[in-house]
């Protein structure tokens, strides 16, 4: 156990928002938690009593007949506002007191950093070349992630839960964001910030960052492990393989997204369109841990090899 | 005045040394009442002790400060700076617990970053020469420069975190939901545009940081389909190091002078601009899609309405 070297990724300026994301991710994910379930115990409750339904004012914050449902901005919001910039302003003097930003040597073309990062919060992406061409993780999926991202509103068809917390009502929603947010993107910013050493390999926390370490694995894709030797065998091979996970992905996409009534009843109010894209999405951010475990396990670099592009 | 019109004086008498009756008195043509002026003293000393009631103070706040609602009303609406608020906001709303502050701390954040920014650009020069020079000086002789760079690079940071946990809270509220759906879009576009503001920035003090994750970045850039040189089908449409994307992007085949310039560019004046674009479009959204979305009262599911196509 190296501490130093933990203490060393761990203290670098640069890293405190990974090292601060490890507790405020978690953090704010427990406090919306905890504000869903309240408001999933008032559904329960209201749920039973129909005649509860209709007096009450549907919320968990308390409410009296005769109070104002609306409160003058100023002074109520304004100094909610002005306490925020202050503490901000406090937190950022204290940050910049403390810690420097930090400076290299100067550019120098021919002297390659090792390793040699991106800026933190595109860490995922270049995890990400680990396991697909720099076409597909640096260009294709960011793009994938940004439509994605544009198109929720849009392909998200449960008109429930509209302005409040809650994790009943909207089960899939959550988890799928969730997944896509904190599972993938967040995670993989914080191995390729506190796992990938020299060479960008893997170093377990705790391990020596060792510049002469090498590691004796070789990566062999798919078709060489089944045995096609020849194109257009291998690209057609390779073909049926991301097609066959496309099936059995979309598959098992329909069969959470069809798991309860209510999923269904939401299903149903969606057009064919919203649930193409929905599955289209769906089954690419699944690749990805996929293509991950299938690298990470079984040493495998390619599953589709063509002339053009590799997957 | 006396040089100028001495007959002025030589037509009337001299003032006596007492003065006249009222105590006034009248010098170089002027006539002076001592118990006048001492009122209109006292007029001001008096308006001195309400600022408020000042025809200046009146011209610039033209709002009672009082707790009535009609005057902290207009304190809001009539005010540049805080029209974009609602005259009032969901009870509820007001707490921490509901939004976290992350969006507005995002906007603060923006601002001290604009502010620390334009500060570092007295001392900044976007050139090979002297970028690095410049920041070595930032750091030792200016004063409070290394302070100023230590909180844009912080507040920076700070940024990308507070805009992703805004987005985070907005999911999980389901605030994109009808009708605010194309705010929800927006949104995800000033978050790309905050990254791009970032990584333009990382570039800027020209070492090996830099230089390295920039080289990281843009060599991605390589690999796009069609327009770039390694990516698939590229060459196959003419793309070579000196025409596809990456070229575009740095002004170059490699991260050089020119790529410091437009990186420069990019981060200083383009971004931002487009930045300021979409928060305006999306802060006069957030109002006119209905205000902050909640804490909204909680529905049912025997009361979702059939699907209108």
Redesign the interface.
Known sequence: MDWHQLWTIVSLP?N??IV??LF??PF?TW??VR??RA?DR??ER??NDPEL?KTH?????P?QKG????????????R??FL??II??I???V???T???????????S???NP???????LG??EM?VYF???I????MPTLI?IG??V???I??N????????YK??RF??WA?IFG?IILWCSMIVIGTLIRGPGWMWFWPGMTWDHNRLIFEINRDLHEIVGITSQPWIGIFGGMVVGGFMVVAGYACHRIITATE?SR?ILG?M?LLQYAILQGLLVIMLALPVKMAARLLFRIKYVWVTP??NV | MADNNPTDVKDKPAAPAGGNGNGARTLLGVTIDPDEIKKKAQIDLEGLKQPTKTEVYKSIFRVKHDQTARSRTLGVLSNVFLHLHPAKVNRDAVRYNFTWGMGGISFYLFWVLTWTGVLLMFYYHPTKVQAFRDILYLEHDVPFGKLLRNMHRWAAHAMVLTVQLHMFRVFLTGSYKKPRQFNWSVGVILLVLTLLLSFTGYLLPDDQLGFWAVTVGTNMARATPMLGHEGPFGPELGMTPFNDVRFALLGGSIVDANALLRAYIWHCIAIPGFAAIFMIVHFWRVRKDGGISGPAPIMLEKEIKPVRR
């Open positions: 640069d405190i928002p601060g994301m405020i991710i704010f406090y919306a504000q869903a408001n008032l559904l209201l749920e339904a004012h549907r919320k968990v914050q409410f109070w104002v449902r609306e409160v003058a901005v100023w002074p109520y919001l304004l909610m506002e925020a910039a901000v302003t937190i950022l003097m940050w910049s007191i810690l420097d930003a930090p400076l290299e040597e100067p550019a120098n073309p002297l390659t950093m040699s990062k991106a800026p933190w919060y595109f992406l270049q070349l061409d720099p076409w993780a640096g260009v294709v940004i991202l544009i929720i509103p849009y998200d068809a008109p429930l839960g509209n302005g409040y917390y809650t009502q909207r929603a959550i964001f947010f209510f009843k109010r057009s053009w592009f």
